[in-house]
């Protein structure tokens, strides 16, 4: 008998504890599809809004990392709703590039399918 698929749930509690612990790359290593579509608000310069693959999804938030100073995060849900939930993300940050430090909020909604993340798209202010 096949093992048990874990439940949108499941993997949305497993994705907050994570992101608040600032695992996120560990996250998208142990819960996202090979096959993931991240999707953003707008395009980051140098890459695409709309990215696809586990390697080009993690290849973004080590950008991220390496190019952001994170003071800090709080993480509020998840918030499930079937085969899909939201994440809200507030976060205390200083972009190296300008050396000003902002706060920012933002919405993450995820798809699960057969127990892995197969989709995360962004929500958040662009102005």
């Known amino acids: 008998m096949a093992a048990a698929q874990n439940t949108t ?16 790359l ?19 310069p140098g890459m695409d809004r709309v990215m696809s693959g586990l390697d080009a999804v993690r290849g973004k938030n080590q950008w991220w990392l390496n190019n952001h100073e994170v003071h800090g995060c ?3 849900g998840p ?6 939930f939201t994440v809200i993300f507030n976060i205390d940050v200083t972009p190296k ?8 909020q933002e919405v993450g909604l995820y798809t699960v ?8 798209e962004f ?4 102005g």
Not at 99 to 104: D, N, W
């Open 97 to 104: 590039q300008t050396g000003q430090r902002m706060r920012m």
């Open 113 to 120: 399918k057969d127990g892995k993340i197969t989709k995360e």
């Open 74 to 76: 709080e993480v509020a």
């Open 123 to 126: 929500f958040y202010s662009m």
């Open 79 to 84: 918030f499930p709703n079937q085969d899909r």
């Open 26 to 44: 560990q996250a998208i290593d142990s819960l996202y599809s090979s096959e993931v579509e991240s999707i953003e608000a707008c395009a980051t």
């Open 9 to 24: 749930l499941e993997i949305a509690n497993q994705l907050v504890a994570l992101c608040r612990e600032g695992k996120n």
